[in-house]
T-cell receptor
Framework: GESVGLHLPTLSVQEGDNSIINCAYS??????FIWYKQESGKGPQFIID?????DKRQGQRVTVLLNKTVKHLSLQIAATQPGDSAVYFC?????????????FGQGTRLTINP | NAGVMQNPRHLVRRRGQEARLRCSPM?????VYWYRQLPEEGLKFMVY????????ESGMPKERFSAEFPKEGPSILRIQQVVRGDSAAYFC?????????????FGSGTRLTVV
């Protein structure tokens, strides 16, 4: 389940199961969204993106769903593998205090149980 | 085609020293963004630059921090008189012209430790 404070929310799944990671974004005017994967000691790695005029986009083993009504984004990973263990961040492109920029969510740590 | 290159990967500074972090964007990318990440937290926007211009520095502390992206060479994030609270991972991202390119590519980061 989720926790608040300094610790990242954690999602534990069995290897081979599907994973669903959720994200609430803040700005209703955001026009572009990206999911990133970050492994320990590395920079964020692009997974999949979606524009605000779409509600679903599929990649290889990943699907992103966008619900603009409730400002919610989700990342579905099919047949989760050990290599999927990482922290996953959603990011929205928003104009906040100046120019458009990527604004990141808190992140969710995905752990895979063998 | 090399990705976003950041150096050094690790930087140790004593309190009061200066830290210089460098970022070379992807070839063809003219927009550079700097982010800071504390352990177990998300990435926090600091500054957005184009060549020779600071576009948005709303996330950067007013004192001791500065950034530049000269006509030639990498973008530099400079932290003067570092304090322990500056210890973090600093990431740089680059993108193409905003109206056309949507991809933002991140470097591997510089991990700054202030002792």
């Amino acid at each position: 389940g989720e926790s608040v404070g300094l610790h990242l929310p954690t999602l534990s799944v069995q290897e081979g199961d599907n994973s669903i990671i959720n994200c609430a974004y803040s700005n209703s005017a955001s026009d572009y969204f990206i999911w990133y994967k970050q492994e320990s000691g590395k920079g964020p790695q692009f997974i999949i993106d979606i524009r605000s005029n779409m509600d679903k986009r599929q990649g290889q083993r990943v699907t992103v769903l966008l619900n603009k009504t409730v400002k919610h984004l989700s990342l579905q990973i099919a047949a989760t593998q050990p290599g999927d263990s990482a922290v996953y961040f959603c990011a929205e492109r928003a104009r906040i205090q100046g120019a458009q920029k990527l604004v990141f969510g808190q992140g969710t740590r995905l752990t895979i149980n063998p | 085609n090399a990705g976003v290159m950041q150096n050094p990967r690790h930087l140790v500074r004593r309190r009061g020293q200066e830290a210089r972090l460098r970022c070379s964007p992807m070839k063809g990318h003219s927009h550079v963004y700097w982010y800071r990440q504390l352990p177990e937290e998300g990435l926090k926007f600091m500054v957005y630059l184009q060549k020779e211009n600071i576009i948005d520095e709303s996330g950067m502390p007013k004192e001791r921090f500065s950034a530049e992206f000269p006509k030639e060479g990498p973008s530099i994030l400079r932290i003067q008189q570092v304090v322990r609270g500056d210890s973090a991972a600093y990431f740089c991202a680059s993108s193409q012209q905003l109206d056309r390119g949507y991809g933002y590519t991140f470097g591997s980061g510089t991990r700054l430790t202030v002792v």
